[in-house]
T-cell receptor
Framework: DTEVTQTPKHLVMGMTNKKSLKCEQH?????MYWYKQKAKKPPELMFV???????INESVPSRFSPECPNSSLLNLHLHALQPEDSALYLC????????????FGEGSRLTVL | GQSLEQPSEVTAVEGAIVQINCTYQ??????LSWYQQHDGGAPTFLSY????GLEETGRFSSFLSRSDSYGYLLLQELQMKDSASYFC??????????FGQGTELSVKP
């Protein structure tokens, strides 16, 4: 199994809603990532978890809250988002944090109204 | 800080060879990766260079010169399905993988 699975694939939410994005991998990878990608732009790093501990937070606003319940799961909790947060949210994993090969999920396309 | 530069667009014909260059400035360079992304799809890993030299994987090759802060992706025997965005990405010693702006490759018949 070389897949990173993300749910939901599409999400529409209002600015007062609370929702969560979920990511799962069963490759035994110890590093997991959240990236945000706008149309025609590169993925932007948000968070990195290594061995289930938050390793990197790229100064992401607190309305985005990551969580790593175990080595296979990564969540991104969303609250009080803004329309400019609408984007494709990509989860990725790698064997270790220093690996250059990341496996990406298909992403969750988020629209904030 | 970090910056990566790559051409925004490249056009080539089927069967041709194309080279996409990437220059970078980073604190604590660890390695250079290349990713392919089709419209609406996820980035897919192509190659990774941590040491100087050429890495070959099928029709794709990647080169790195650490002293020149430069790398390239070489695509041979281009096919229509190679039309996509190609990103170089630097892994720094802090463990961050930072992407360049991407090169949109169009392969024409």
């Amino acid at each position: 199994d070389t897949e990173v699975t993300q749910t939901p694939k599409h999400l529409v939410m209002g600015m007062t809603n609370k929702k969560s994005l979920k990511c799962e991998q069963h490759m035994g990878h110890r590093a997991m990532y959240w990236y945000k990608q706008k149309a025609k732009k590169p993925p932007e790093l948000m968070f990195v978890y290594s061995y289930e501990k938050l390793s990197i937070n790229e100064s992401v606003p607190s309305r985005f809250s990551p969580e790593c319940p175990n080595s296979s799961l990564l969540n991104l909790h969303l609250h009080a988002l803004q329309p400019e947060d609408s984007a494709l949210y990509l989860c990725a994993s790698s064997q270790e944090q220093m690996e250059g090969e990341l496996f990406f999920g298909e992403g969750s396309r988020l629209t904030v109204l | 800080g970090q910056s990566l530069e790559q051409p925004s667009e490249v056009t080539a014909v089927e069967g041709a060879i194309v080279q996409i260059n990437c220059t970078y400035q980073t604190s604590g360079f660890y390695g250079l990766s290349w990713y392919q992304q089709h419209d609406g799809g996820a980035p897919t890993f192509l190659s990774y260079n941590a040491l100087d030299g050429l890495e070959e994987t099928g029709r794709f090759s990647s080169f790195l010169s650490r002293s020149d802060s430069y790398g390239y992706l070489l695509l041979q025997e281009l096919q229509m399905k190679d039309s996509a965005s190609y990103f170089c990405a630097v892994k720094n010693q802090g463990g961050k993988l930072i992407f360049g702006q991407g090169t949109e490759l169009s392969v024409k018949p």
